[in-house]
């Protein structure tokens, strides 16, 4: 269990990170790549401990590394993907109330 709270933790901390250093942070909330680090971690670690990688020898390190890795590169992706949706959208309904 100590291990799924390392994962959270560092996925959580790599989350704020990434949206400190994203230059369209203020088109979204500094919770979400957090969040989606964290749930994509602890669902990777979960998925790997039911399927048995967190005892064997040789893949004791599958657990706490692979969960991290995939947490950081799913807060990237979400972070990429809404920034620039938010951001045409933004720029599409501005365009449309002026001209009106």
Same mark, same amino acid.
């Given at each position: 269990?100590?291990? =799924? ?7 959580? +901390?790599? /989350? ?7 230059? !369209? ?8 790549? &957090? ?7 602890? =669902? +990777? ?5 039911? +399927?048995?990688? /967190?005892?064997?020898? /040789? ?10 890795? =995939?947490?950081?590169? &799913? ?10 949706? !938010? ?6 309904? =501005? ?6």
């Amino acid at each position: 269990m100590l291990s =799924l709270t390392i994962v959270v933790l560092a996925t959580v +901390a790599a /989350g704020f990170i990434i949206w400190a250093n994203d230059k !369209r942070h203020a088109k979204y909330g500094a919770a979400l790549p &957090a969040g989606v680090a964290a749930g994509v971690g602890a =669902l +990777a670690w979960i998925i790997l401990m039911a +399927a048995g990688c /967190g005892y064997l020898p /040789g893949l004791t390190w599958l657990p706490w590394v692979l969960p991290i890795v =995939l947490g950081v590169a &799913a807060a990237i992706g979400a972070v990429v993907y809404l920034g620039r949706t !938010r951001a045409r959208h933004d720029m599409e309904r =501005l365009t449309l109330i002026l001209r009106r």
